[in-house]
């Protein structure tokens, strides 16, 4: 009897399509994701224990010899992990799932998300300077992800899933859901839409009451309440960003040094980010790990100006090496460690009413938002750390001034991008294209259609016009051709009115018929509709066939294509 029940509501999976089934699987998401996510953080925190004792991220307290060890041993860790993995499973992280977004039909594969959830245990385990929210969205992408193929999502509805993925793994993180929901559109997704809000704040939502039930309260961050001044601040707050905005380019270019040189052997670029690590680590211990004690200690005013200053220079080296040399973690969580020590620094030293643990609040904002390209999901991480709307003012001003250097001055693009591309690979950033770029034909492809094929005769033709179909292909030798019902009876009635002792044969005289612009392109596989608008640029088609598993084959008209770009509907 359980075997029944379980079949029946995967049937009834496997055929919904409607907002319910897509909430239904965001909850779903929300706690598996929750639940990983605790497993993560606990095994961590229980390596950190064996490390630092009760104070997990208390680096500082280890032996000089001990600094500069942990990160090259965990180094020689990845190599090992590297060696005896298969390489198909090795690229991980956030740009990882960007890539498959867009080239992967949405897909991503189960062995990476595995491979990121050990990889990144190790490289924060041991201390090196990245962050674990950008494996934890790889990890929370990858459960939605599989859960999607499971119940047969079409490959925008896996999109969206993904996005659910992406929300409830920020939201266990940093226990902020409406950070989690911003990212994953903004960052992510890259697009905002009805149908995807509700399911994604349904993810993000259950994943944050399901990991306080696993783990109890767990901030990432502790703020006391602070001044957040007032317009005579305004000044001061616009240079504060301007100068965060310059931090985040110097960051940026760094790690594309790093990405750029040429140590070629993976394993001598692991060894080196270890090393860099461990020797910053001899002079600022405060570089190893997530970081995060050093943004407490931010928040709470007990770090002089200057010391925040050392930790900044040195964290954005560790962190740059790490990234740019390829350790397996993330770079979320370093930019926001970066972005407090430097508004710490700026507040300690700007004249004005403003607390200087608000502008380590402002300046995690601030860099988060130039260096990944998120400022909705920079100002929510604000107000849900804050718990004060009075943040919200000052930190638009910052995050505008950050955005405005980077970005626009120094044409940066998102950190994430420049990943990508020193792989060979790009990701679309105009809107339009975004959105063809993540709706394939599949989605929009029929099989109710009849077949002929020049060996038809009167019966089968007749058959074929009393069908229920409107469509007909005809299979000409090698191509296909596309014609409608109305078409093909007006050809039939036209031939039968022929003197039957001259006229052609019904196959031949239909072969005569055909209009060359009827035929259809065969593709070999699912294709994106921007791949689709551009064929049908360089081709006179009538439309597409393409396979849409072992047994069917699915049809999708020139018209049909037309019409669904040109209407205001979306496509799921």
Partial sequence: MPEFGFSRWRTWLKQSDGLFTLVLLGVVTGIATSAVMALFLSTLDAVLHLLNGESLEDFESLSAAMRFALPVVGSLLLI????????????????????????????????NAIFQFVAA?????????????????HIGAGIANQLGQATHRVPSQLRLLTGCGTA?????????????????????????????????????????????????????????????????????????????????????????TFLRMRVHARALRLLLAGVIAGALALVVPQILGSGFDTVNAALANELGW?????????????????????????????TLVMGACAGGVIGALMPGAAD???????????????????????????????????????????VLGANLVCQHAFKQPSLFRALLEAQGLTIETHPVRIALSQRFLSELASSQ????????????????????????????????????KPVLNEFYVDWVQLNADTRRP??????????????????DGDITLLGAVKLLKREDTAGFMLPLDDDRVGLVTRGQLVSVLTSEGDIH
């Fill in 121 to 137: 245990l190790i490289a924060l385990g041991s201390g090196h300077s990245v962050g674990k929210e950008g494996p934890a969205v």
């Fill in 306 to 334: 200057t010391a925040l200053l050392v930790i900044l220079v040195a964290k954005i080296v560790a962190t740059a090496a790490a990234i740019g040399l390829g350790v397996p973690a993330g770079l979320i969580g370093p």
């Fill in 356 to 398: 200087p643990a608000f502008y380590a609040l402002l300046g995690m904002a601030a860099m988060m938002s130039a260096v990944l390209h998120a400022p909705l999901a920079a100002l929510a991480a604000v107000l849900e750390l804050s718990l004060n709307a009075h943040a919200m003012f000052p930190a638009m001003v910052v």
């Fill in 506 to 523: 019904l196959g031949d005289a239909l072969r005569q018929a055909v209009p060359p612009y009827s035929r259809l392109v065969q593709l």
């Fill in 80 to 111: 090992l992990l590297f060696r005896f993995t298969p390489n198909h499973v090795q690229t991980v992280g956030v740009a990882h799932v960007l890539d498959r977004l867009r080239r992967g039909r949405g897909r991503l594969p189960a062995g």
């Fill in 168 to 256: 409830a793994a920020i939201s266990s993180a940093f226990d902020t859901p409406l950070a989690g929901v911003l990212f994953a559109m903004e960052v992510v997704l890259m697009e905002y839409s009805l149908l995807g809000f509700t399911p994604i704040i349904a993810s993000a939502v259950t994943a944050a009451v399901t990991t306080r039930w696993f783990m109890g309260e767990h901030p990432a961050f502790v703020t006391d309440p602070f001044s957040v001044g007032g317009l005579a601040d305004l000044p001061a707050l616009l240079l504060t960003g301007l100068m965060i905005g310059l931090f985040a380019v110097v960051f940026h270019r760094l790690v594309r």
């Fill in 449 to 484: 259609f009849d077949r002929l094929d020049l060996t038809l005769d009167e019966d089968r033709i007749g058959k074929v016009l009393k069908g229920p179909y409107r469509w007909v292909m005809i299979q000409i030798e090698n191509d296909s051709y596309l014609l409608s």
